[in-house]
């Protein structure tokens, strides 16, 4: 146990990796021992997240600067200073649970994969490991290393296992990713030069101190630093992706593999959202409040523009895909409150704002959690339906309720969590967010004004896709596309969305235990 | 077990019945019913058992039953984070009167309802596979659209229709015990969810011959999705008031003189100088109009209203449900709730803008709809259009400050209109029997025949007497009968209140009172008396105890419930009945107890007038000389374009869908194509050519100029990468078990560096 607790970050981190490369050795007819070693796998990471909640409750770190939860430290490389260095507070502990909680149930998810079962089920737990590592990582330059890594298998993922436009899509998704990628490497070593560290924890306090006119190498500490801001920023806007970064986001949803679009809107978008918080708020806190405007005019055009746009597809998981921009848009809108108010209430010496500013992000972590768990079981969904009619075409589906009742009840419920149905989880964290983000200043005020557009949408486009699936006269052409196999979800599906859909409920009726361990930290960050 | 707890347990079983009839018994309909109707039974119990705790509670108004937890916990204490509980004041004990009790009618009800039935749906497509139940035993007509049509099994999804309601009712009792704004909005969207699955509940319905018919389908996103725009608002107006008191409780925030007192500050002090509108709104009356908006959607006031007609096409019980007792009800509930709010700044003279707006609202809405529900033909059109008119009536006292009026008339609607609804599901149950029947004997009828319209009707009174009485019972409460009927007490005390208050709002309610009785008296006249007028009508029966059981009791309560609220100082009653029990009861709820208006004769004879008049009009038209065969409607002759404006609602649904539908519908795809895929894309596909039309210029330099130089070199190299070749076998396993070796090697070497070292 003792092990465990000193090494637990590692252990989850690691093993899915361990776990990936043995699946390389498997034979590759042996389709199903692979699938069960993937899930088997799979589910220690999750096993060990759920020990560290209970540690983590037991004895809350929430300053990451004074002691991080489950920290581990070593020298990695030592003629760049940069360390071995992981750690967790409330935030990052809420985003490993989303991750190592959605990768087990996008594995069983993925029982209908029929090619090369092992590398891909191997590429699905390297792509665990890389997302991990970013929400663990306390080092920028190890915070760098499992970004990219990340990338790589999503991109074979999506060029592999995906549909029929899966080259440009994944081609598009990681030139474009990458292109973020490079300010973020260029601007860590700008910081990594400066400090003569990588280590966060050490960057997070000396950095924001550095006087704007102090040099460095001949240019202004101002300058470089609003550079770094931008490179940050902008790699971490098309991850999320903020309004208009985010076309990379329905090619690649709509040509990956079922759970690929799983993982990728249940985490992968979270990875950009969890590097504002994480690094922009706290390193870059006067560029971070003088864009904050900026950004919650891009938040509300994603939360408008992503809803008519969603509103307007045709295309099943495209709308499902497109839902996403607009849901995250509620994040962005929420961290644009955070930066204008400061890490630790800077800007707003008063006051005023301060409990405002809490609450917004509060809800944006809730938020992420929320679309995390909803988007994830949304695609699920669409993916079912894709497996057995062969199509996304919402014209010409119909109707498919009295074939698939219980399929139909499942979507129903999924389709107003994302709606955002009081009682539901997506409530809780819109709620939020819109309470702490309308009484901060006039612009705020006004963008929350416009962002209500988009939630009327959100019903529109939600039940755009209940009435063309499910509802309406039964269309037989749909059932005869099925070439005989039942419409009707299976035990096995049912088995991967129970955990997601018990989680809708509960967060809806009692959020309290997740919102008190993100509250904590956030509470700390701002004040 | 304490009050308290037992208050928490009221809205559990039904619930808890919702999961339990989907996870478990879905499959057997009896069991469903039974349970269904054991849970709203259990909850009945418990709301009696606590109503009675909290009529002996002494002062309930200063004592209510609360009690709280900590639902989100945010900032740095208790004090920042939000809490969430349950509380039965006055008002709220008014709630758990009503709302169980027409909630059971409605439930045992509807298992009668729901257990026979068929509907119109099409068969789409042309693949043939095996049948999917729909058409086994039922021949495809081709209906004048040219659309195969075959007859549908209305009570193939009852146990569904059964959880669904209760849902319904589980978030009905949610909202009414609620102690904070937001687990009245929690309920108030629930109930907004069922209505939209329950109105489109049977969605693969289709009208033969109507293909442009407005579908159950339809109807319900229309239902869900304009009352969300008054939601989103609400939703705003929620988060505004949260922000400006730090709480959403209600007696933290309306029952507090210090908190109101602070909310009378002007909302846009700066805006205000420059917008003459905005000057005169306070805080309290900007979160006020935003909550009102809320309302407005879901009372159907208008121009909101336009969602509550086509929701008649749920089956009936959904609509006695949604469209009485519960949903509907609950945007005047929270009017009245936050009667505090809107009432701030308002010193017994002058009203402020939020209760103008409201009072505007309100009355115009109740003659607006009345003058509409005067020209349709389907039954529960008229209901439909009357329930609107009558919310108008509750919205209107609110705004005049008729806090106990509006509370009053909200009970004893709930339960005349229940009992309206459901006599009309009962009538069209009756006909579309009797259709079934005459079909049997050799009758032929048309494949569009409306078992709903009252044409096709006439002469049901001996066909179907308890129907036909309760249902007059029912009427009688509607229009005001005096003396005897609760409609007439709870409707009166609005008039007294607004003649002495708001004299415009008084006339247009009068003259929307006067409608009332005449559409009233039409309906009745057209359903039930003469002969009849189709052999369907001619055949008619109903004898389900199961429906007629709930029609006699809430009858009893349409009469008995208004004597609760006898004026004190009316003439015999008011002694009789114990002098007003209801406002005195009520009235504890609000810090300062409202006056007792002074009883007056002349708005109390006025409105007797009006609607006795009403009444004896619809009777000389409709009753005196029945309908025969075939005959137009005699208000056609009289009111001539009129009635054509009337019939077809003023042609709102026309004008939304030109003004708001269709330039949405055209706005998201141009987002979409134009913003999304042109110009975003667009530059992105430019860069990409760009960087690659680069690419090759490099390239033709690289080849043309300096390999030719290199190549030599290369030559060398590639000599001796001859013999690395064979590690290349591009086989991807291959590469991968070898990158797995060197990541296990390093891993090893990585894990002893870190924590064996």
Partial sequence: MVFIHQNLLTLITFIPLAGGVLLLLFPGERKNAARWFALVVSLIPLALALLGWMWFNAAPCNDLVQQACFEQQTLWFPILNSYYHLGVDGISMTMVLLTTLLTPLAILISWSIEDRVNLYMALFLTLEMGMLGVFVSLDLLLFFVFWEFGLVPMYFLINMWGSANRQYASFKFIIYTMAGSLGLLLSIQLIGLTMGTFDLTEIMVRWPALAPESRLVGVAVGVVKNVAFWLFVLAFAIKVPVWPFHTWLPDAHTEAPTAGSMILAGVLLKLGAYGFLRLVLPLFPVQAHNFAPVLAVLAMLAIVLGAFSSFAQTDFKRLVAYSSVNHMGWVVLAIAVAGWVGVGGQHDPEGINQLNAIIATNGAVLQMFNHGISAAAMFALVGMM?????????????????????????????????????????????????????????????????????????????????????????????????????????????????PLLVLMLLIGVFPAWLVGVINQTVTLLLT | ????????????????????????????????????????????????????????????????????????????????????????????????????????????????????????????????????????????????????????????????????????????????????????????????????????????????????????????????????????????????????????????????????????????????????????????????????????????????????????????????????????????????????????????????????????????????????????????????????????????????????????????????????????????????????????????FPIDFDAQDMFNMGGLWSRIPVTAWTFLVGGMALSGFPLITAGFWSKDEILADAWLHAPVVFFVLAAAAFLTGFYTMRQIGLTFAGKPRTHAAEEATQRDWRMNLPLIVLAVFGVVAGYVGVHEDFPLLGRLFGGNPFHHFVSQTLLESPEVALFDWTPVLLSVIVAVGGLLVGWLVYVRRPLEVGEADPLKKVLGPLYTLFENKYYFDELYEVAFIRPSQWLARQIYEVIDRGMIDGLLHFIARSTEWWAFRNKDFDTGVVNRGVDSMAEGIGEASDSFKYVQSGRIQQYLAVVAAGVLMLAAVFIWALFLH
């Fill in chain 1, 386 to 498: 894709y497996d057995r009619l062969h199509t996304r075409d919402l014209t010409q589906m119909g109707g498919l309720w009295l074939v698939a009742p219980v399929y139909g009840g499942i979507m129903i419920f999924t389709s107003m969590a994302s709606l955002g149905l009081p009682g539901l989880n997506g409530f809780v964290s819109e709620f939020m967010v819109v309470r702490g983000v309308w009484p901060v200043s006039p612009v705020f005020e006004l963008m929350v004004f416009i962002s209500l557009l988009g939630l009327l949408f959100t019903g529109a486009y939600i039940l755009k896709a209940i009435a063309h699936v499910l509802h309406g006269p039964l269309n037989r052409d749909a059932v005869a596309l099925a070439h005989g196999r039942s419409l009707e979800i299976n035990l096995r599906e049912v088995v991967a969305l129970a």
């Fill in chain 2, 1 to 444: 077990m304490t009050l308290e707890t037992l208050v928490w347990l009221i809205p559990l079983p039904p619930l808890l019945a919702f999961f339990v009839i989907l996870l478990f018994t879905r499959g057997n309909k009896r069991i469903s019913d039974l349970v269904s109707v054991a849970s709203i039974l259990l909850t009945w119990v418990i709301s009696i058992i606590v109503l009675i705790g909290a009529l002996g509670t002494f002062h309930l108004g200063e004592n209510p039953i609360i009690t709280q937890i900590v639902w989100l916990p945010l900032g740095e204490s208790v004090e920042t984070s939000l809490t969430m509980g349950a509380l039965v004041d006055p008002l709220g004990a008014v709630m758990l009167f009503f709302v169980p009790l027409t909630a059971t009618m409605i439930f045992i009800y509807s298992t009668g309802y729901m257990a026979s039935g068929h509907y119109w749906t099409e068969v789409k497509g042309e693949a043939h596979g095996e049948d999917h139940e729909s058409d086994e035993h039922h021949e495809v007509v081709v209906d004048d659209a040219g659309r195969k049509l075959t007859q549908f099994d209305a009570t193939k999804w009852k146990a569904r229709f059964m959880a669904f309601i209760s849902l319904f009712a589980g978030a009905m009792l949610i909202l009414s015990i609620a102690d904070s704004l937001l687990l009245l909005f929690v309920g108030w969207e629930i109930m907004g969810l069922c209505s939209y699955l329950l109105i489109g509940f049977w969605h693969n319905r289709v009208y033969p011959n109507q293909p442009n018919r407005t579908t159950p389908l339809k109807a319900g996103i229309k239902a869900f999705m304009t009352t969300r725009v008054g939601d989103v608002f609400m939703l705003l107006g929620i988060a505004w008031l949260y922000s400006v008191t730090g709480t959403l409780n209600f007696r933290e925030t309306l029952y507090s003189g210090e908190m109101l007192l602070a909310l009378e500050a002007p909302a846009f002090p700066t805006l205000g100088q420059s917008v003459p509108l905005l000057a005169g709104l306070s805080i309290a009356g900007s979160i006020s109009i935003l909550l009102f908006i809320g309302t407005v959607g879901k009372s159907a006031q208008f121009p909101l209203h336009t969602w509550l007609p086509d929701a008649m096409e749920g089956p009936t019980p959904v609509s006695a449900m949604i469209h009485a007792a519960t949903m509907v009800s609950a945007g005047v509930y929270l009017l009245i709730r936050m009667f505090p709010l809107i009432t701030v700044g308002w010193h017994g003279h002058g009203y402020p803008p939020a209760m103008k707006v409201i009072a505007g609202v309100g009355a115009f809405t109740a003659l607006f709809a009345a003058t509409i529900s005067i020209a349709q033909r389907d039954v529960k059109k008229v209901l439909a259009y009357s329930t609107i008119s009558q919310l108008g009536y509750m919205v209107a006292a609110v705004g005049i400050g008729a806090y106990i009026a509006a509370a009053f008339h909200l009970m004893t609607h709930a339960i005349f209109k229940a009992l309206l609804f459901m006599g009309s599901g009962s009538v069209i149950h009756a006909v579309e029997h009797g259709e079934q029947h005459a079909h049997h004997e050799g009758h032929h």
